[in-house]
């Protein structure tokens, strides 16, 4: 058994657990089940020691998170979110791979709780095609009081019974920061926690001033797709899934409704009745999304630029110099 002191603890907790007053326990069959009761240090203790395997709520009771999580599941993850993390590097953003069961995580710690929606908007330009991010959601609601969980780290994975460790990039290979447990938690006071911008971008309407321009960070390597400088927007359009992509935004049910991510033409700013739906466009129309209240819909391209509060022209940089959604 590990010596594991209340001091160790703290600093494991203060970068990976959300919610305090909730949890939920994982049982045999790997799925999570709300534990309806706070999360106290002996439960974490024996996540710990492999008796119980607990995941954490990521916002927290007063509607806000410590951390977010490039979720992974591909058998690349690693070497995929290795690429994210020197991306936001780049960009001022440490961050911290994790291996997982089926393939890898990738945390970034915030030095200051931040709004589930802020840390969406700063981050999720950073995260690869095919990988989760969480939170999923912008904020808690009715319809989702807890929001998502995530594994809490260096538990048992209780389909595998296997534990997974934080690695980095060393001489080629993936090595864990620590040989032991204990040195793994003493290393949680070591990590670099990523300063939370004050704002990121929202939707400029026209009547609005010009919002501060989002520092997207660039792939440094410029797309080498064959079509060139030749691709035109609608054929970046063709080419993208963007109900998957439009899903990282928008929590979208199995028909594709969710609630409109655009608030300020919704009562009170907020989208409270799915209004927004997202599809598959029938060629070689590229609208692929469309919100009743505000009878307006567009390609992806629109959506992004939207979300972003970016003009076309700035949008379009980033996807030609290779930027993710
Ligand atoms: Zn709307």
Known sequence: MVVVTKHLLDAFMACCVGRRDDYAYQRSDGRYYRAGCPLTYDVVYRHLQGVQ??????IDEYGLCRFAVFDSDASSGLVDLLQAQMQLAGAGVPSYLEQSRRGAHLRVFFRDPASPALARRWLLPFCPSGVEFYPKQDALSESMPLGSLVRLPLG????????????????????????????????????QRAPVPASAPSLVTD????????????????????????????????????????????QLDQRGLGCCPFGAHHDDGVDTHPSFRAYYPTYPDICCWYCHVWRQGGSLFDFLRYYYGLSARDLWSHILAGGHF
């Open 156 to 191: 048992v994975h209780r389909l595998t019974g296997e534990c997974y460790p934080f690695v980095t990039w060393s001489q080629g290979q993936f090595v864990p920061v620590a040989a032991s447990l204990a040195d793994m938690l003493a290393w949680f006071s070591t990590v």
């Open 53 to 58: 395997t607990i995941g954490s709520y990521l």
């Open 207 to 250: 009547q609005a001033a010009p919002t501060t321009p989002r520092a997207i960070s660039f792939n440094p390597v410029a797309r080498t797709d064959s079509a060139g400088s030749s691709l035109t927007i609608r054929d970046w359009c063709n080419q993208q899934d963007p109900v998957a992509i439009i899903s990282r935004y928008v």
